[in-house]
């Protein structure tokens, strides 16, 4: 009877460990989750707001570096990211969701890393104001570019400058007597 308990609780203990520790922490501004790796290193941090509105995740190698980062919301439609780890606590996988609300817009992608943190795969699929994602693109054949014959140069054209125009006013004058130049003259 001892031996069947103590290997139940040793894998357990075995499976527990290789999965890697989680603490959730409530702030001021709201609630943390973070995930460790085996060894100790933040793995990935979750950040939601006191209402459980807004969020931020956030996914780190070993080192530190951060290699994943996705703002959260829980209204107004969705916008999530779930992460899936592997044994080590190291992220395997994180898939993301993102719909307004009421709209024909919407985004679905999956990323996966290695235990180092290194990005192995992304897949996504969605629909915006453009059209579905991923967007069929057809790339030209890049061409070669031509040599251009340089046009001749011309002889050079003589404008001619437009004339100084006079200005010639005529009164008419009603009266018997002819108009001068001058005021009153003759």
Request: charged share 20%; proline share 5%; hydrophobic share 30%.
């Amino acid at each position: 009877m001892r031996l069947p308990i103590s290997l139940v609780l040793f894998l357990t203990i075995s499976l527990l460990h290789g999965q890697g520790r989680t603490r959730t922490v409530e702030t001021d501004s709201g609630r943390v989750v973070l995930h460790y790796f085996t060894t100790g290193q933040l793995s990935t941090k979750e950040w939601t707001d006191k209402d459980g509105r807004w969020g931020r995740s956030w996914a780190y190698d070993r080192s530190g570096q951060e290699i994943f980062s996705y703002q959260t919301r829980r209204f107004a439609g969705h916008a999530s990211a779930h992460f899936e780890y592997h044994s080590n606590g190291a992220v395997r996988k994180v898939e993301v969701s993102d719909a307004p609300d009421g709209g024909i817009q919407w985004y679905r992608s999956s990323t996966t890393f290695d235990t180092d943190g290194n990005q192995t795969g992304f897949w996504e699929q969605g629909h915006d104001n453009d059209g579905l994602i991923p967007r069929v693109t057809v790339r030209p054949e890049p061409t070669v570019e031509q040599p251009q014959e340089l046009p001749l140069p011309q002889a050079q054209q003589i404008v001619e400058c437009q004339k100084i125009l006079v200005n010639e006013v005529f009164v008419v004058s009603g009266s018997l007597r002819p108009v001068g130049d001058h005021c009153g003259g003759a």
